[in-house]
């Protein structure tokens, strides 16, 4: 059984592939955190099992590990749940009233139910467990069973006690625009370190994720205990370390200006909380999380394409004739997926007008826009388009009829970010006008591919025509609402993969990733700041999500130069695109890319469904170095990336991870032969030289 329990102790244990998670209920009706780690048994977790107390200060110490918090009596840690009910109290009582396993497809899931001993209100804790990656996705819904409405003020999806140690390392992301998805990390002291999103959307400053260990794991080795919240909205995730050494990690919805009413017989659900254990270091923490993706999450199994997107080219001047041109330059490129991004609608010549009029540009597209399609099909490509559909400008016709529709409040300016303001998606006749507007035109034109952009925060929250009392729900019905139109659209037209893009990387959480084909992380192309920013990417989120572009050889970020090799290499370690101005290429240039690109479809298998291993023993040296292997250790590609050679140092050379020891390989570029054993421990020379020098190994095993 993958979920156990003692029922003379009143004792729970999840028990999977390699690893144990066990809680219990103590004597005070608690749910106690017992253990989290490498495999025990259930009944070596029960002296675990009691009070503790340190004096009348700091009584019931053993709340500080609680599997779910909720605010009253004795409790100051985070809580897991705060409330107001109707009558004006606001702490609760909760006690363990019953549990039941669940089975579907056979994937179990442990639900256990309490109640607030005095007022009709539920909580239902879930626990779904995913064995064979040594997961468990934790969340909670909230059950109203009387006949008055309760104040829902904070509610997290799940805490998450992590075993005492010496020392608790955080490693988690930060970032900006066009600077996403930096790894950093921190030695916890006693208090809080916060990670959030206030602005509406997962946002590039933080991403909802969190890593802990000892100090001393490293890529390959160590202990980590890790997790990843699926939420789209503004979201919260709390390390609270104690004076008495105890961590946990509470994360959910943001309670900032956040408030939701419960009415009577209503429930409300916090969204998946999954988290996991490792001893393989971060690496395998990755690997864990992708393969879970893979099997468990994102929406299809199918490959992502080659594409091009017009943007670079382009910018707003988009008309038939030119992207007719484009076309046909990608097309040699060995391009599969062709898509025109911002300008194609309204009077849509600039930022500052035509945003949420979503009819196509008569003038742009006097055959309208199936020309192109049509053209774009004869040259053996796909069609994809780009929309904004939360976002509108002051200058549009959608904002002249409908200036209400927008987020405001009724004694303060509108302040536009981007020359846009944004829509109340919630309001039923909003929701209704992106769906139809959608709707006709993926019926009307056979396009396969959405790129669904979001460049604005949310500002001035004001609902109008919602209730008084109801307006700090904005910021959970935003998310809910996009999740809705999302599962409706792709209910409507299966065969159409969807692009998440917010300004870049601001909404990539495993919420998204429900709908989401492909994620763009960061406008920022440039072949060598895009290393650190696919790297933080990787930490939680699979190469294939991950989409990639070839640009320039002059960085418009910051005008560095690289060979088209270093920004091809740097691209295929996701899903590959192309984003430069093809018409200034020259025909040499058309077919040297060509072969990078048919390259690419050699490799895809591996680098969009392997196991990727980051190779952190050449960093020091100024090497970046990323391997994907496949499931059965016959083929693997690497990368390579010199940042800069310095005193005439040499490189050391390349040891190659995930292989099998006894296997014979062959690596295409070089000759000879070499073992797996000697390509992991001896490894093979890294002839790189001079700045942002690149290479790339296909090695496969000898037939």
Partial sequence: MTIQYNKQHHVFAIQMKQTSYVFGLNEKGSLQHLYWGASVALEDCLPLLRPWGHSSFDAEVEREMEEYSFWGDLVYTEPSLKVTMHDGVRDLSMKYVSHHIMEQEGQET?????????????????????PEFDLVVRSAKIVNTGTHDIILENVQSAAWPIPNLQDYRLTHVTGKWSGEFQLRNTVLSEGKKVLESRRGFTDVHANPWFAIDNGHATEDHGNVWFGALAWSGNWKITAEKTSFNQLKVTGGISDFDSEWTLGAGESFEAPEFVGGYTTGGFGNMSRQLHQYQYDYVIPNQEARKVLYNSWEATYFDVNAKDQMALAERAAKLGVELFVVDDGWFGQRNHDRAGLGDWFVNEEKFPNGLNELINKVHDLGMEFGIWVEPESVNPDSDLYRQHPDWVYHFPTRGRTELRNQLLLNISKPEVKSYILEFMTDLLSNHDITFIK?????????????DHPLNRQKEIWIRHAQTLYEIWAELRERFPHVAFETCAGGGSRIDLGILRYADQTWPSD?????????????????????????WVTEAVSG????????????????????????????WSDELIEESAGFVEQYKEIRPLVQYGQQYRIDALKKQGVTAVQYVNKQASETVVFAFLHSQRLGDGLPRLRLQGLNPDKTYV??????????????NIGVELPLRGDFDSLMYRIQEQE
């Fill in 110 to 130: 442990l639900v256990i139910t309490l109640q607030d001993e005095v007022y009709p209100l539920e909580t239902q804790l879930l626990y779904k467990v995913i």
């Fill in 452 to 464: 669904w952009d979001m460049n604005r925060t949310i500002t001035q929250p004001g609902m109008k």
């Fill in 524 to 548: 920022n192309t440039d072949a060598f700041d895009r290393l650190s920013i696919q790297e933080g990417f990787s930490y939680v989120y699979a190469p294939k999500m991950m989409t990639c």
């Fill in 557 to 584: 970020m910051n005008k560095r130069v690289t060979s088209l090799k270093y920004r091809f290499h740097s691209a295929m370690m996701g899903t590959l695109g192309i984003g430069s101005n093809l018409n200034e």
């Fill in 667 to 680: 690596i295409d570029e070089l000759s000879g032969t070499w073992t797996g054993k000697a390509l992991m």
